[in-house]
């Protein structure tokens, strides 16, 4: 039975979640097959009897499993005999403080630089929902978000600083030492959904990240 | 046999070193005995004939361990039916990752904050060499490190919001999970380091990180 992933999707299928590109990264991981199902944002909430908010949404036969951790928990119980994505106890922590150190800081900053980008690349039916929603939580106007956006590249940037050290000057690949793991499936979700959304980017030659995002792809890819 | 951690000593027995602190609460993760040596700042350098610039080192027995994560590695090695430090690699190399975070950024804050109440607090014979040393790190005097503090005190206590929500939010009471492992031992040290030296408290009557060392106390002393 193939897994199927509701994924966000985009004007020319482009899939701006970076929740999803987490999952999608886990899935390849665990070397699991998958199909994406595309979901227009305000599609979402007609999904599976209405049960789900957001997305991913997986769904693994009759199991439908909604929220990043909870799918990762799920794919880890389900299937013990493809690689974990966690380890141990201790690993799932880490994971969770590496969310709130890129979510809580780094992400706020990325979101404002790339909501303008987002938005003008959502489905013309979610532009709207999108529009108001984000300009609540965000206390301005997209377009005021956007205002003199490249003065804030340069700190934007800068605050990944702590995984290029790690990357760099502690002799590791990968966050997760020296194989790839969920930690690292979270940080480059999020390059691959700017890469997706951006017109700006995000990670420039030279930028250890690009080198990183590199092994992503080729350990995934074996 | 006894462990004996050679750790960084200061006035009135006072300890100020984090990464000595890191190691003693490792060790009491461990639920390994052991006993401190305390050494002074220039002393370091005379001590097991030379081979060290930094503390903690470690003795045991006939096997001597400098750097803390060199230490951490050898206690799993040859202490490996106590509790371990690490539980994977990945583990391990997500408390790189943390140490990357909290040494490149919140940590330059804090530091240059109580620079001043460190040497102070430092011997008579070490406070020479701290000023020098640190003042071309800092390139600036202690005293001006210090000018305006009070100014920088919210900004500097921010900076570990990452922590404050991966232990408030997320349903976790330790970095590592519902247990406490070498991540906890890191980001505990520090507090305890700021404990033993600050004249201004890091932490505050109802930040959840002062329930967070309660509870890591509690957990070592168990």
Redesign the interface.
Not at 87 to 98: A, D, M, Q, V, Y
Not at 174 to 179: D, K
């Given at each position: 039975m193939t897994i199927f992933l509701y994924d966000l999707v985009a004007e020319a299928d482009r899939r701006p979640s970076p929740f999803c590109f987490r999952i999608k990264l886990a899935l390849a991981h665990k070397r699991l097959a998958f199909e994406t199902a595309p979901v227009a944002m305000t599609d979402i909430k007609a999904l599976e009897g209405g049960a789900f908010k957001t997305v991913p949404i997986l769904k693994d036969g009759e199991r439908v499993v909604g929220d990043s951790w909870a799918i990762a928990d799920y794919l880890d119980e389900a299937y013990p005999d493809h690689p974990p994505l966690f380890?141990?106890?201790?690993?799932?922590?880490?994971?969770?403080?590496?969310e709130?150190?890129l979510f809580?800081?780094v992400l706020q900053q990325v979101l404002r630089f790339y909501l303008k980008d987002i938005h003008d690349l959502l489905l013309e039916k979610d532009r709207a929902y999108f529009r108001q929603s984000r300009e609540a939580r965000f206390r301005c106007t997209l377009e005021e978000a956007a205002a003199g956006r490249e003065a804030r590249l340069d700190a934007m940037r800068a605050g990944f600083?702590?995984?290029r050290?790690?990357l760099t000057?502690?002799g590791?690949p990968?966050?997760?030492?020296?194989?790839l793991?969920y930690?690292d499936c979270i940080l480059a979700g999020v390059f691959l959904w700017i890469e997706a959304i951006g017109t700006v980017p995000l990670l420039v030659e030279g930028d250890p990240l690009v080198a990183y995002l590199e092994r992503v792809r080729a350990s995934l890819a074996r």
């Open positions: 380890h141990s106890p201790e690993e799932r922590g880490l994971c969770r403080f590496l709130a150190w809580s800081g600083d702590p995984a050290i790690t000057h502690q590791q990968f966050l997760s030492g020296q194989t793991g930690a």
